[in-house]
């Protein structure tokens, strides 16, 4: 393929000059730290865009990384199919090399699996221009070191992605959500009480807005599971709130909106089972997400030592995901590694598939 061909040969000329690039595929998650202020010319992945190959009955799509996510999911609809990790999209033309590379999954991660989790294959560009391709299109062809799945996540650091194989599910027979007014150590326990239950749990949300603090209940499968269900845990029962769990896997809920120009949006990833997690005085409570898995907090950078504390106590830890206006440099360097062990195997695998380090590096 000759677009294909005509990136190999750009990287290798990076490669050879010493010359950075930055991966661009639809730019929808370059308000992140990670995606902010990269050096080097574009590498323009969209122009690598198709849908090579869609197995209804074998539950299996393959498609080039610059493919819009939009054009994926409407050829699994056709065939009631779907990405149960709901994808978000932060705007129109994200693309499937982006959501790989950037491993974001939704509100039913906790409960389905992540990105990583439903990748059987990959092609990639290394950082010398090499056309490598790892994994198959079944999952017993994973084996030994799944390098597919290492790159998801990676950001783009560790190779140019472009062309990937997903594992797909069938869309749900019957989908509910339920409705508690609760506090959030309440509605922590009850989720935590749950989840040892043989109840079809899909994704839950709990917010503090406009003076109530509420959670939301979203139920998934058969549906004699889900009927019966409904009747356990209790709470309203909504009409359709589809759009509402749409909103709230790419931020558009109102608690979003309420974020101050000098707050970050900090993303917590801490046990399920965590308590209430002690934040710094004058903190609003925080959106809670993945059964208790996902704290979202707005506060300052200032707080962020206060933050990760609170997080590492619980076994967790904070990262910015939005950083304050004008304070990108700033927030990227919340995601130093400070342990030295995975430090170093971060380093290794950057000098093993990029050992110019011309992929999507950092301004100096």
């Not at 409960?111 to 999952?139: H, P, T, W």
């Not at 997690?277 to 300052?300: K, S």
């Not at 093993?352 to 100096?364: C, E, H, K, Y």
Request: proline fraction near 7%; glycine fraction near 10%; charged fraction near 15%.
């Amino acid at each position: 393929m000759k677009t294909l061909q005509t990136l190999a040969e750009q990287v290798r000329a990076a490669h050879a000059a010493r010359q950075p690039l930055t991966i661009r595929g639809g730019a929808t998650k370059a308000f992140h730290p990670l995606a902010a202020g990269l050096a080097g010319d574009p590498l323009d992945l969209r122009p690598l865009s198709g849908i090579l190959s869609h197995e209804p009955t074998e539950l299996v799509i393959t498609a080039l990384a610059g493919t819009p996510l939009a054009e994926i999911e409407a050829a699994l609809a056709e065939h009631g199919q779907y990405l149960p990790f709901e994808p978000p999209r932060f705007g129109a033309g994200g693309t499937l090399g982006g959501m790989v590379a950037t491993g974001l999954s939704g509100p039913a991660r906790a409960s389905v699996g992540a990105v990583r989790d439903y990748v059987l294959g990959m092609e990639i560009i290394n950082g010398q221009g090499e056309l490598l391709r790892f994994g198959g299109q079944v999952m017993k062809n994973v084996a030994g070191y799944d390098v597919s799945r290492l790159m998801v996540g990676s950001w783009g650091q560790l190779g140019v992605i472009t062309e990937v194989s997903l594992k797909v599910l069938p869309l749900p027979v019957l989908e509910t959500t339920l409705r508690f007014e609760c506090s959030q150590a309440d509605a922590l326990q009850r989720l935590n009480q749950w989840g040892g239950q043989p109840l079809p749990l899909n994704a839950s949300c709990w917010v503090h807005a406009d003076g109530q603090e509420l959670l939301y209940l979203r139920l998934r499968g058969a549906r004699a599971a889900v009927q019966a269900a409904c009747q356990r845990p209790g709470g309203q029962r909504l009409a359709d709130v589809t759009g509402d769990w749409d909103a709230c896997r790419d931020q558009r809920l109102p608690w979003f909106a309420t974020r101050s120009a000098d707050h970050a949006l900090w993303r917590l990833s801490v046990p399920q089972t965590a308590p209430v997690l002690a934040l710094p005085a004058g903190i609003a409570a925080p959106l809670v997400e993945w059964h208790g898995g996902l704290r979202w907090v707005q506060a300052p950078l200032t707080a962020g030592d206060a933050l990760r504390a609170a997080a590492r106590q619980a076994g967790g830890d904070a990262t910015v995901f939005i950083a304050p206006n004008a304070d990108a440099a700033s927030a990227r360097s919340q995601f130093d590694i400070e342990n030295p062990a995975l430090q170093a195997i971060h380093q290794r695998l950057k000098a093993a598939f990029d050992p110019a380090g011309i992929l999507n590096t950092r301004r100096a």
